[in-house]
């Protein structure tokens, strides 16, 4: 099942997404406001999912919002997690944390406020703040049982579905600070969608990441060669901490990064990114 929020009519809606990705019918929710979220917890709780309340519609004519526009709470973040990424940001972000073997995962918070929808532009900020601007295509996993200190055994069981994520960074931002957050926070920085696939319709841990800058191919990764698999990310993020049905984790980003460049290739006004994961879709995001 796919599920996602839109604008259409003067209204904001949420609603089922057919299989080949064409149409979309509205689900009788009271305030789609929130996106999917609401769906996600009443699910979580045994609700049934609610009865369609209007005609299919191209999704073509609708205006795509991110399935979470307002996520629960900060985004779980995972740094470091592909191999040959590790490898490409060796000398600059990762410099400080390349151990010999890999005991943990970096997590990092990205704040939930700069989430956009699939298709709006990202709004650089001004060059007083930045003037390296990267993009990191990304599957996120999206938890739709709460739990603590959860088992890896069981960490799949957790799992609602998966979108994409587009974790836009400011490098200089980020090599600044101790922490990265405030690199990867800005308004309008992390680009979601198009919709979330429910986990009965994909297995997040076998499917391909591939990431375009204005056309050419940056990105080509599979999620099977993380370095910490999504069991493992769960379970690490649920330790002495809870996990809440519609709370979502940024799995990483495969090699090809435009700080990973030579020369480093930055986003600039005019650039478009394309992110595309197998089993979900496609994000296309502008940058002015």
Not at 39 to 52: F, H, K, M, N, T
Not at 53 to 69: D, K, M, N
Not at 216 to 236: C, H, N, S, V, Y
């Amino acid at each position: 099942m796919r599920l996602a929020s839109w604008s259409w009519g003067g209204r904001e809606h949420v609603g089922t997404i057919s299989a080949d990705g064409r149409e979309a019918t509205p689900l009788a929710l009271r305030d789609a406001s929130a996106g999917v979220l609401p769906l996600i917890q009443a699910l979580a709780q045994g609700d049934p999912l609610p009865s369609p309340s209007g005609a299919r519609l191209p999704v073509e004519v609708l205006s795509l919002r991110a399935p979470l526009p307002r996520p629960l709470r900060s985004i779980f973040c995972i740094g470091r997690n592909y191999r040959a990424h590790a490898n490409e940001l060796a000398g600059t972000v990762f410099r400080e944390a390349m151990p010999q073997s890999d005991p943990w995962p970096i997590v990092f918070g990205k704040l939930g406020e700069c989430v956009i929808g699939p298709r709006d532009a990202v709004r650089l900020p001004s060059p007083a703040t930045t003037v390296q601007i990267d993009y990191e295509s990304e599957l996120a996993v999206v938890i739709g049982r709460g739990g603590r200190d959860i088992p890896r055994s069981r960490a799949m069981d957790h799992v609602f579905g998966y979108t994409i994520v587009n974790d836009v960074t400011a490098r200089d931002v980020q090599m600044r600070h101790q922490q990265w957050e405030l690199g990867k926070s800005f308004d309008g920085f992390c680009p979601m969608g198009p919709w979330i696939v429910t986990a009965d319709a994909l297995d997040g841990r076998a499917t391909r990441v591939r990431g375009w800058v204005n056309g050419a191919l940056r990105q080509d990764g599979l999620t099977k060669d993380m370095i910490f698999d999504i069991p493992t990310l769960i379970e690490t993020c649920s330790r002495g901490i809870t996990l809440f049905p519609g709370d979502v984790i940024a799995t990483g980003t495969p090699a090809g990064v435009g700080m990973g460049m030579t020369p480093p290739q930055w986003l600039r006004s005019g650039d478009v990114v394309r992110i595309e994961i197998d089993g979900i879709g496609v994000i296309e995001n502008p940058f002015e």
